[in-house]
């Protein structure tokens, strides 16, 4: 079966740490393979490193790499897909919304040929109404404007591949935005998806603020398409087709000496909108450019524990 490798992002995650690593330990009494469980700290500041320091101390499968900063949940990821020594891995957070009864499932669609396999939320109990909504949206919106995969939707950040897809993340897609779950969906090989309902937290609060989910929103798209870089050509269309019913009404009602004034003012309104908005889009590539450029690691390693050493990128 070859080994198993368990990547799990941790980012101030002191209230959960210890539950997770007990519910590993139940669930591990079913294992048939060998398997690590590779632990990233995202530059946590509160005692969430100590803790996987002692847990790693006690049990050598237990691995960890710190950062020397927080570089965010997309960083934690790929840093754990780099450092995994297993030919089968698979990626979840530290909060338990992730069951960890999935490993079996996961497995056997390993052992049918699969090679991606996405996890699948059909319901999130610590979810809102807004998020369940704002997240079904945001797969529609990317599918309808990307012309580079079709991507499952409400497929999270629980998803398994296998070595070989793992080492195309390796020495590809090593872009500084990035968008993880996009990349796995759009690598190719054997795919499927299974479905899952995530649980309760079992600690803490989200770390994903409106203004984070924004952020990433825009990255994805920004990642996966270009056709708002066309929406200059769009709009211009659309002006001018507005330019020309303007003209023609203007013509028709000259006996009456409108002032123009309501015309002239929506017209205005209406272009400079367009027009910051098609420079805000550019703007958003050009700084995908910029970040790319500049060429700066993805993430800095701090310390490893349990590990051999391994170049960081």
């Not at 330990?25 to 079913?30: I, N």
């Not at 825009?218 to 330019?243: E, H, Q």
Request: hydrophobic share 45%; glycine share 6%.
């Amino acid at each position: 079966m070859g080994k198993l490798s368990v990547i799990v992002s941790v980012y101030n995650e002191e209230a959960v740490l210890e539950k997770f690593y007990s519910a590993f330990q139940t669930v591990k009494t079913g294992f048939q393979w060998p398997y690590e469980l590779l632990f990233v700290n995202d530059g946590s500041t509160d005692r969430s490193l100590p803790i996987l320091t002692a847990l790693a101390e006690k049990d050598p499968c237990v691995k960890v790499v710190s950062f020397s900063r927080n570089f965010g949940h997309e960083a934690a990821m790929i840093a754990g897909i780099d450092h995994a020594t297993g030919d089968r891995l698979i990626c979840m957070d530290a909060d338990l919304q992730h069951p960890l009864e999935c490993i079996f499932p996961i497995m056997e669609k390993f052992d049918e040929g699969y090679e991606v396999i996405n996890m699948v939320r059909v319901a999130n109990k610590s979810a809102g109404f807004i998020k369940n909504i704002t997240s079904k949206a945001f797969y529609k919106v990317v599918n309808l404007l990307s012309d580079q995969a079709s991507f499952e939707e409400n497929a999270s950040d629980f998803f398994a591949v296998s070595k070989r897809v793992a080492d195309v993340l390796r020495g590809s897609y090593r872009e500084k935005v990035r968008f993880l779950r996009g990349y796995v969906q759009s690598v190719g090989f054997a795919r499927t998806a299974l479905e899952y309902t995530a649980a309760e937290r079992a600690g803490g609060a989200s770390h994903y603020s409106l203004r984070k989910l924004m952020r990433f929103s825009v990255s994805t798209i920004v990642c996966f398409s270009d056709l708002p870089l066309k929406l200059g050509v769009y709009t211009g269309f659309v002006c001018a087709l507005l330019g020309l019913i303007t003209l023609v009404y203007t013509m028709f009602t000259y006996h009456d000496a409108p002032s123009g004034y309501a015309t002239i003012v929506t017209l205005i309104c209406f272009l400079f909108a367009a027009m910051f908005i098609i420079i805000g889009i550019i703007g958003e590539y050009l700084a995908v450019l910029f970040a790319e450029l500049k060429d700066r690691p993805i993430y800095i390693v701090d310390k490893k524990i349990n590990m051999e050493s391994k170049a960081d990128a």
